[in-house]
T-cell receptor, first 116, second 112 residues
């Protein structure tokens, strides 16, 4: 099992460019999440998908969109990148769907994004 | 709004010292509290705590939850350089969903 995988590992964008961060999990988990981590800020939730076919906003959704392509894959899109989106992005998954008892999240290795 | 506060924000110790990391929280309908260790990359799970007063232990690491006073502590005894990491606390509540809210983390540096 690869667990949670993310691509790319590192990306440099110019302001206004767009890109999609890919995430996939092979644990048959229902729930998937996108976080960003900035120095001294912990993990902040951007969007999550409690189950296939559903997505919801988290704490900091502005400037992002997501797609739950299927049960395995959850992508994060930046339509027009801004320097404030320079961060490390983590994808995570967990077994349970919304409302059911939560279990621990499993995290991908992260994508380091620099927006110039 | 759910809130998780970790202290201290950073800590520098020498090998062999014992450290205590704190996590206090305010959350609607508490479900569980989780501790993660983050080295250079992704956070990895340490403990999940749901009941008050029951210590979870794994080697030199242990954690306990106080649901009355709304906090948890993570203890690391006989610290080693490999314990250097950011330790994240997250709390799951039912304020509309069970998505965990993370604290800002405690950065621990252990010097040889």
């Amino acid at each position: 099992n690869a667990g949670v995988t993310q691509t790319p590992k590192f990306q440099v964008l110019k302001t206004g460019q767009s890109m999609t961060l890919q995430c996939a999990q092979d644990m048959n988990h229902n729930s998937m999440y996108w976080y960003r981590q900035d120095p001294g800020m912990g993990l902040r939730l951007i969007y999550y998908s409690a189950s296939e076919g559903t997505t919801d906003k988290g704490e900091v959704p502005n400037g992002y969109n997501v797609s739950r392509l299927n049960k395995r894959e959850f992508s994060l899109r930046l339509e027009s990148a801004a320097p404030s989106q320079t961060s490390v992005y983590f994808c995570a998954s967990s077994a349970s769907a919304g409302g059911a008892p939560q279990e621990t999240q499993y995290f991908g290795p992260g994508t380091r994004l620099l927006v110039l | 709004e759910d809130k998780v506060v970790q202290s201290p924000l950073s800590l520098v110790v020498h090998e062999g010292d014992t450290v205590t990391l704190n996590c206090s929280y305010e959350v609607t309908n508490f479900r569980s509290l989780l501790w993660y260790k983050q080295e250079k990359k992704a956070p990895t799970f340490l403990f999940m705590l749901t009941s008050s007063g029951i210590e979870k232990k794994s080697g030199r690491l242990s954690s306990i939850l106080d649901k009355k006073e709304l906090f948890s502590i993570l203890n690391i005894t006989a610290t080693q350089t490999g314990d250097s990491a950011i330790y994240l606390c997250a709390v799951e509540g039912a304020g509309g969903s069970y998505i965990p809210t993370f604290g800002r983390g405690t950065s621990l540096i252990v010097h040889p």
